[in-house]
């Protein structure tokens, strides 16, 4: 009779501090993560499913990709016509170069747009910019990583020839959910009508963001156009394009959010 008791008595008071660790954890687990839990006569067994690593902070973390005054990543306009929204602005370091388009800035429009579309659809993501070459490259997927998110999508433009045309995304050849995620995203923009799409290609290491994001976010790089082709140019900044393309992304995103995390 004693032991019996004894028994039962370590039995209600495992599960009072197993209750307490969930209740300690609840912040840490989310969607699918959850406990499992089963009590026998004299044992009670305790494993915990699909637990993130840390704190969710948010669904989507989606990054403007480089940063402000980078050099390199712009296209100088001194000697052509270029019709360019109010938001984009021509810069001017007075160094003798004359005029410019940052890719920055226009990662930052489209980032922006993306992520109010996400909000407005009740997504909980959020919007990380650097200012500064410390918040750059490795950096910007360490940041994203405090955040824990489900997806992150880092918003860039790409530069080459002058004739250069086309959008496409970038995975980890490692993850091959961030393969089908770069799939399903580029898909998702291939009727916008003025940038054509190109074939989606792995990470071969050189991109950094890429390389330290936590296993548990699925990370996909997206290059939405030429910016270095002046036609292309006035065209993934112009407001319809980004428009279209924060919309259809937004969509897409959701739809892998409800299927695959939620």
Request: hydrophobic share 35%; charged share 20%.
């Amino acid at each position: 009779m004693i032991r019996l008791l004894l028994t039962k008595f370590k039995n209600i008071l495992l599960l009072l501090i197993m209750s307490a660790m969930v209740l300690s954890s609840a912040n840490t687990a989310h969607g699918n993560d959850y406990f499992k839990y089963s009590v026998g006569e004299d044992y009670i067994k305790v494993s915990v499913e699909t637990m993130a690593t840390q704190q969710r902070q948010c669904e989507v973390v989606v990054r403007a990709g480089e940063y402000q005054g980078k050099a390199g990543k712009r296209i100088y306009v001194n000697n052509c016509t270029v019709h360019l929204p109010d938001d984009i602005p021509v810069r001017n370091d007075n160094d003798g170069r004359g005029f410019y388009v940052s890719e920055w800035d226009i990662n930052v429009k489209e980032a922006k747009a993306l992520v109010n579309k996400l909000q407005s659809m009740g997504v909980n993501a959020k919007l990380q910019v650097a200012t500064t070459k410390a918040e750059d490259l490795n950096a910007a997927g360490r940041i994203a990583n405090k955040s824990n998110p489900y997806l992150y999508v880092s918003i860039h433009h790409n530069s080459y020839e002058s004739n250069s045309t086309g959008y496409f995304g970038m995975y980890n050849p490692k993850n091959e959910a961030s393969k089908q995620a770069a799939i399903r995203l580029s898909n998702a923009i291939q009727n916008n009508g003025q940038v054509p799409k190109r074939d989606n290609r792995p990470n071969t290491g050189y991109i950094g963001e890429m390389n330290v994001i936590n296993s548990t976010t699925t990370p996909v790089l997206l290059e939405l156009g030429f910016f270095s082709n002046i036609e292309e140019l006035e065209e993934i900044c112009s407001d319809s394009y980004v428009n279209y393309v924060s919309t259809n992304l937004a969509k897409e995103i959701q739809k892998m959010l409800n299927e695959n995390y939620r």
